[in-house]
T-cell receptor, first 114, second 112 residues
């Protein structure tokens, strides 16, 4: 079992729809969770971080964390063609939130069609 | 402007010829990391550093060395590169209180 798992996609949604990206992780003691966006040929860019159970909203983005189910998700409302990218889920290993050890999922490719 | 810089951005070299990829950040971050990204394998951590003179192995450290003599710099050294080290390399940095990492632009390395 991979430590961080994501469906590679592609996930295709029409413009204006809600895109839902999912991620599961295996290390129960993980404390910090991140979503990065990576455009083709570019470096990953942090878009959301979440540290406690529940929802965290930032503009069109909502991150959801359920530590009991070891599940973290990212919702993108009113999806735009510019949201088309690969979305990487990342999990901090270990008990501490600042160990420097970060493991990434393989990413989900999102395609938003006009 | 807050940023992480890497040099070179592109490099083609031959097996066995030692090379160094430099990484520098201007955000006074304690943590710095190196990753490689390969199709189908995703981003994998090579080494990371928690502060000056403190480094630790990530998931794929074989064939790489790092040093952290100054807070802002974290070079990646390939003493005897091999073709299986052909990859896209990213340097990243983050502050001590969280692990929100900022990535450099990447270095595309080809080892022939």
């Amino acid at each position: 079992q991979k430590e961080v798992e994501q469906n590679s996609g592609p996930l295709s949604v029409p413009e204006g729809a809600i895109a839902s990206l999912n991620c599961t992780y295996s290390d129960r003691v993980s404390q910090s969770f991140f979503w990065y966006r990576q455009y083709s040929g570019k470096s990953p860019e942090l878009i959301m971080s979440i540290y406690s159970n529940g929802d965290k909203e930032d503009g069109r983005f909502t991150a959801q964390l359920n530590k009991a189910s070891q599940y973290v998700s990212l919702l993108i409302r009113d999806s735009q063609p510019s949201d088309s990218a690969t979305y990487l889920c990342a999990v901090n290993r270990g008990l501490s939130s600042n160990t420097g050890k970060l493991i990434f999922g393989q990413g989900t490719t999102l395609q938003v069609k006009p | 402007e807050a940023q992480v810089t890497q040099n070179p951005r592109y490099l083609i070299t031959v097996t066995g010829k030692k090379l160094t990829v430099t990484c520098s950040q201007n955000m006074n971050h304690e943590y710095m990391s190196w990753y490689r990204q390969d199709p189908g394998l995703g981003l994998r951590q090579i080494y990371y550093s928690m502060n000056v003179e403190v480094t630790d192995k990530g998931d794929v450290p074989e064939g790489y060395k790092v040093s952290r003599k100054e807070k802002r710099n974290f070079p990646l050294i390939l003493e005897s590169p091999s073709p299986n080290q052909t990859s896209l390399y990213f340097c990243a940095s983050s502050g001590q209180w969280n692990n929100e990492q900022f990535f450099g632009p990447g270095t595309r390395l080809t080892v022939l």
